[in-house]
């Protein structure tokens, strides 16, 4: 019994972990613009799909390996969904709408007059 538990849990640790790579990739790649709210969504997918491929029968070494595949590809696309349903938007375009704008009566070009 506890060793199932053992098995288990180290199976669900090995889903997370494939299922938290895409999300980190994407988040690195777009610098930050994976969207946060997605990361919990993308490691209950990975779970979901890699207990899926031993739930439909395949309980050997090939099954094994395929669940792994399935916790990293589920998410993948997920966000790869997501991304295309956003429509390209440019994140480095809004990134630089974020900037300050300058405080009135100050110009970048002028020297301060010194009496």
């Known amino acids: 019994m506890l060793y199932d538990a053992i098995f288990i849990s180290l199976y669900v640790v090995g889903w997370l972990v494939c299922a938290f790579v895409p999300w980190l990739v994407l ?5 930050g613009h994976a969207g946060l709210i997605y990361l919990p969504l993308c490691l209950f997918v990975g779970v979901v799909a890699g207990f899926a491929v031993p739930i439909f029968g395949l309980t050997d070494a090939l099954g094994l390996w395929l669940s792994f595949a ?3 590809v589920a998410p993948a696309l997920l966000l ?11 994140h480095s375009a809004l990134s630089s709408t974020m900037v300050a704008p300058p405080l009135p009566g100050a110009t970048s070009n002028e020297e301060p007059d010194i009496e």
């Open 27 to 31: 988040s690195v790649v777009s610098r």
């Open 80 to 90: 790869g969904v997501r991304r295309f349903s956003l429509g390209g938007v440019d």
């Open 70 to 72: 399935a916790a990293f």
